[in-house]
């Protein structure tokens, strides 16, 4: 007697042992497009709501916006499309990502409105392709996508991926991942090889949009294994490009946090830390999604020189735990080994079993692989309905809702965390204190001009670690602030024994050993600075400086020439420019620069005046009058009898 095959879910056929691969057909379970329709709009509203104040936030400018958008020179016109889709950021490349904060900043500049406004859509995006990838996954079954997709869409631990307009690159890879994997789901339905392109398009934009998109091909042979496919040796054939270009990534990132000098916390304790750094993060990212009351944008590692406390031994443990359910659903409840293997795989670059960043997790790691877990739940509602003929019972209605809105409000409060820096930053002090929270708080004040309070945290950030390098150079900027130079020096100096390659510190040291007049230490520091990171524009605008400094003009005039390459529109740097040249003796030449200067900033007196300067020494009497008299009238300082001379 012929044997049937086994069903797991209705409408997918699972492939008996020795059975070739056929193509998957489409489910012949009839969906109710309006009830589809209804569960999306009610999903996308609860979303919008709880992630509204996001829209009325500022840059976070102590936290990585400021490299990304802030003071990204390359973003700020889309005519360094070059520089943008070839320069890494922060030891990432993610071209798509920065030309995409490029087209806000064509927008709007820097209001951050359109930038949260653009996360939040593409998230609204994400929410809508989880639905339709769980829908197309378990064979049209509405009430496990309707589930996955709500709490992965007003969960208040995705607030972060949200709300922080540097991770861009979290909303957007994931876009081009769940197209990917709807895209794999349609090749599956047809088993045409031609029909893995478009599959391998989305992947080539997810990993442009940040590297951790590597895992992908692991994601699909997680679907390969749901479906029974992975005893086909084309299951791996097909899989071969996708392994390829995730390699390639993976070298190109390797190489630009080599040359950006990341290094991570972890790797201050001993090594077989790391095993229980990653249970730990395995265990408490499900920890915080149950319990989601103290959310907070940093978890430090554990304080150095003290036991580990016993949470960490005992995490190994919740990884057995998994490993156990993952055999006992394997036959009867395949989707949830599925969704357990689809959280641990997304998860695997951020578990800390190998050093990764400055914090032992991170709320924005979550925002993908939660989809598997989300899935659980919908999955066992799905049955509830079911045996309810399809819709949920009054009981599951009155849960649904209550859950609903609890979670929204949740996510709606966390949201309002990230209202800006100080805000940010005193919640996560209040949650999880740690040296870089107090580190990043005093970096606000510090903006905001308290410097005795950006002072005070920064003490207590050293207090805290030691190894707190960023708290030591920052409070050696704040004392070069305050012209104390000495304790200045003594934090940098400080700051470079742990922290042995920073292009900002030695540009930080170059410019207060140039304001002691201690030249040739000073253009020491800022070659280094040169030599580490070619960059690091700030750098050459101080090496200009100093050559001014020690009489070397031509060289000072082409650095800064050099650095105007990359701010243009610096009429400071113009300025000083044409002061040398009128050094040089090059009038006219001067003359060009201070009309540059002039027409960025038309109301600085003191710009006239110098290009005055020029005009009298070419003989040009009228001329070099107007401009003094227009300095004056811009309230500049015009030497005493100079426009008596003039008028001779």
């Not at 007697?1 to 056929?22: D, E, F, T, W």
């Not at 050696?476 to 130079?485: H, L, Q, R, T």
């Not at 800022?526 to 031509?554: F, H, Q, T, W």
Request: proline letters at 5%; aromatic letters at 14%.
């Amino acid at each position: 007697m012929k044997k049937k095959p086994n069903r797991n879910i209705k409408g997918k056929v699972n492939l008996q042992k020795g059975a070739q691969p056929k193509p998957l057909k489409p489910s012949k379970i009839k969906t109710d497009k309006r009830q589809q329709l209804l569960m999306i709009l009610f999903i996308s509203v609860l979303t919008f709501i709880a992630f509204y104040p996001t829209l009325k936030h500022a840059f976070i400018d102590t936290w990585d916006d400021s490299d990304y958008v802030i003071d990204n020179r390359a973003i700020k016109s889309l005519s360094n499309f070059k520089e943008i889709v070839t320069t890494p950021v922060q030891g990432n490349y993610h071209p798509l990502t920065m030309l995409s904060l490029a087209f806000n900043y064509a927008i709007s500049g820097e209001k951050a409105t359109s930038f949260h406004m653009v996360n939040v859509l593409l998230h609204l995006l994400n929410v809508i392709l989880v639905f339709f990838f769980v829908m197309r996954l378990t064979g049209r079954k509405p009430w496990i996508a309707f589930i996955a997709a709500l709490l992965f869409g007003i969960h208040p631990i995705h607030v972060e991926s949200v709300a922080w307009i540097a991770e861009r690159k979290d909303v957007l890879y994931s876009f081009f991942f769940l197209c990917g994997l709807i895209s794999y789901l349609k090749f599956l339905e047809k088993a045409k090889v031609v029909k893995l392109l478009p599959v391998l398009g989305f992947f080539i934009l997810s990993l442009l949009s940040k590297p951790a998109a590597v895992i992908f091909p692991l994601v699909l042979l997680a679907i390969d294994y749901y479906y029974h496919r992975l005893r086909n040796i084309s299951t791996y054939l097909e899989k071969i490009p996708f392994f390829l270009l995730s390699l390639g990534m993976g070298l190109l990132t390797v190489h630009a946090q080599t040359v950006q000098g990341a290094v991570a916390d972890a790797g201050s304790f001993p090594v077989h830390f790391r095993f229980f750094f990653g249970f730990y993060g395995l265990m408490m990212y499900i920890f915080n999604t149950l319990v989601p009351i103290k959310l907070c944008t940093f978890y430090p590692f554990p304080a150095i020189n003290v036991p580990l406390p016993m949470v960490y031994y005992l995490s190994p443990l919740f990884g057995i735990l998994i490993i156990v359910l993952m055999f006992l659903f394997n036959k009867k409840h395949r989707i949830i080994t599925f969704s357990i293997l689809f959280y641990i795989i997304n998860l695997l670059l951020v578990l800390q079993f190998m050093p990764v960043g400055s914090a032992i997790i991170a709320d924005r790691y979550a925002y993908l692989p939660l989809i598997g877990v989300f899935i659980i739940p919908g999955y066992f509602f799905q049955k509830w309905c079911d045996q309810h003929s399809g819709k949920p019972p009054l009981s599951g209605m009155i849960i649904l809702v209550l859950v609903s809105f609890t979670l929204t409000a949740l996510a709606y409060r966390q949201s309002t965390t990230w209202k800006d820096s100080a805000s940010l930053w005193d919640n996560t002090l209040a949650v999880k204190p740690s040296s870089r929270a107090y580190t990043n708080r005093a970096l606000a004040y510090k903006k905001e001009g308290n410097r005795e309070k950006a002072i005070e945290l920064y003490t207590k950030a050293i207090s805290m670690n030691k190894n707190e390098s960023d708290a030591l150079m920052n409070r050696g900027n704040v004392y070069f602030d305050m012209g104390k130079d000495d304790l200045a020096l003594a934090d940098y100096r400080k700051s470079l024994s742990l922290k042995k390659k920073s292009a900002k510190l030695f540009t930080n040291m170059g410019s207060l050993f140039g304001r002691q007049g201690n030249y040739d230490s000073s253009l020491f520091y800022l070659n280094l600075s040169v030599a580490i990171d070619p960059g690091y524009i700030e750098a050459y605008m101080y090496r200009g400086l100093c050559y001014g400094k020690m009489n070397r003009i031509e060289d000072a005039i082409a650095e800064y020439k050099y650095y105007l390459r990359f701010e243009p529109k610096d009429a400071s740097v113009m300025s000083d420019i044409g002061i040398w040249y009128q050094a040089l003796k090059k009038y006219k030449e001067s003359l060009q620069w201070f009309d540059q200067a002039i027409g960025i900033e038309p109301e600085k007196g003191i710009y006239y005046m110098n290009r005055s300067v020029s005009w009298y020494s070419l003989g040009d009497k009228v001329k070099a009058s107007d401009d003094a008299m227009k300095s004056k009238q811009l309230g500049a300082k015009v030497p005493e009898g100079y426009l008596e001379m003039l008028s001779r």
